[in-house]
């Protein structure tokens, strides 16, 4: 279960690699144009664009990097297929789809299905192609279907499985989201104590994408609250308004930084060059925009006892904030251009100790987890052990070998690295350049008992397999890149 959380772990790093500079733009974007969101500056509107087409689709890049990551072979039909997954997911459970399976209106749909599309659901699609194709990308079917054998079984098979999630997400789904909505009206009521639970559970719900459930109750109107609105508004109560909003300032913009931190320097030396590269991007990205996913997701797999420790302590960030009044909002999210923004705003109180209060958290974070990281050999970024690699299966082994051994029979034949450009195959035949037809064996590729042999140029030739091409192919690009 370790190696599967830190093969799950290491697939996120993908996709996560490209938050940071997303998030700056869209942080700058937002600077420029803090109340149009880009309706008042062609240059904010470009900016928040460019930044939001990645932070808006992190689910779609999660099922992606998570299907590739977690093949054991990464292949781009495992891709494709955590893409097909993501797709047959959220537009079977999409409001729109939900009202016609309901015979109801669009308004009346439970909103849970609003947000369908977040980062859990991406990783369970990513895991379901994953699964999939480990299992199916190798299995020949019989002569009259061998078109969709192995990799192009895979997404089909990926489609099928992920209508059975959905039905399972059908009931489940709501039940959970609108479960989170009632205990959020709860803490609610408890001043800061319950803004500290707010903190905890909204962090610890990212994974899952259910952290919205609560946001929707404290940030918006659903039960009255709508701190983020009445912030920004100058309706609500100096010193109050703002308090589910406040702690998260020092968390943002100098716990996670100086988490970061902890994670370069308890990484292995060979390896820091990298982390510090990440770390560095997602660090600023974190503490300039209140973007902190590329850091989140860096360790939240791969060291959940991290991840809690990081639900705790936001909430008890908030719960601080909350308590001595402290107050500060944010429209996009904690960041620096949020906080400058917000700090001279009629319901701001005393919002610069937020920033004091941030400093005291960056050392709480950065000792921490440095602590917890080396005592309990976390595998953060940067320490994974130098031999983890992802475990290849035996499916369908007779059948692979019988392959490999055709493989390199023809390879031979066609005159081994000295002599082949390039290898490609269609249907039922391989593609291949090679220099010199001369050095060409056709006898010995024929000895694999091939159809036949087409030279159609120069350097041209055509070596017709059958219906089962793709897998020879496959053996003789693994030759090729030994």
Avoid at 41 to 50: N, V
Wanted: with cysteine; aromatic share 12%; charged share 15%.
């Amino acid at each position: 279960m370790k190696k599967y959380f830190q093969r799950l772990g290491r697939s996120l790093m993908l996709p996560v690699a490209v938050l940071p500079a997303a998030a700056i733009l869209l942080g700058l974007g937002y600077w420029v144009d803090p109340t149009g969101w880009g309706a008042d500056s062609p240059l904010a509107a470009f900016l928040i664009k460019a930044g939001g087409s990645l932070i808006d689709n992190i689910p779609i890049l999660f099922a992606v990097g998570v299907a590739l990551g977690m093949a054991k072979e990464k292949d781009g039909s495992s891709a494709l297929s955590g893409l097909v997954a993501y797709l047959v997911v959220t537009t079977l459970l999409s409001s729109g789809t939900v009202a016609m399976l309901q015979g109801i209106e669009v308004d009346k749909v439970d909103p849970a299905f609003a947000k369908i599309g977040n980062a859990f659901v991406g990783i369970i699609s990513g895991l379901v192609a994953s699964t999939m194709y480990n299992r199916f990308s190798h299995v020949q079917l019989p002569d009259a279907f061998a078109f969709f054998s192995g990799k192009r079984l895979v997404p089909i098979m990926t489609a099928a499985s992920m209508l059975v999630v959905s039905a399972v997400l059908f009931f489940v789904w709501p039940v959970v989201f609108s479960g989170l909505v009632a205990f959020g009206e709860g803490i609610a009521k408890l001043g800061a104590a319950g803004a500290g639970l707010y903190g905890f559970f909204n962090r610890l719900l990212i994974p899952t994408g259910l952290h919205h459930a609560l946001n929707s109750v404290f940030w918006f109107d659903v039960a009255g609250i709508n701190d983020i609105g009445n912030f920004w508004s100058g309706e609500g109560v100096k010193g109050t308004t703002g308090m589910y909003q406040a702690g998260f300032f020092p968390i943002m913009m100098f716990g996670l930084p100086a988490a970061g931190l902890a994670m370069y320097h308890t990484a292995k030396t060979k390896k820091k060059k990298q982390v510090a590269s990440l770390m560095l991007a997602a660090g600023f990205a974190a503490f300039l925009t209140g973007v902190t996913e590329p850091i989140e997701f860096a360790f939240m797999f791969v060291a959940p006892m991290l991840y809690v420790v990081h639900a705790a302590l936001t909430g008890i960030s908030l719960a601080i904030a909350s308590l001595f009044h402290w107050t500060a909002g944010f429209g996009f999210s904690a960041g620096l251009i949020d906080f400058i923004l917000s700090s001279r705003l009629p319901l701001a109180n005393m919002p610069y100790m937020l920033l004091l209060q941030g400093l005291v958290f960056a050392v709480i974070y950065y000792f921490l987890f440095r602590f917890l990281i080396t005592k309990f050999n976390l595998m953060t970024p940067g320490r994974e052990d130098d031999d983890a690699e992802d475990e290849t299966g035996s499916v369908n082994m007779n059948k692979r070998e019988r392959f490999a051994q055709m493989a390199a029979t023809i390879y031979e034949g066609l005159g081994g690295d000295e002599n082949v450009i390039s290898v490609d195959n269609c249907i039922t035949r391989l593609r291949l350049e090679v220099k010199d037809m001369n050095k060409v064996d056709q006898a010995k590729i024929k000895s694999t008992g091939v159809p036949g042999i087409n030279i159609i140029g120069k350097t041209s030739i055509q070596v017709i397999v059958g219906t089962q091409v793709q897998f020879v192919a496959d053996e003789i690009e693994k030759i090729r890149k030994r």
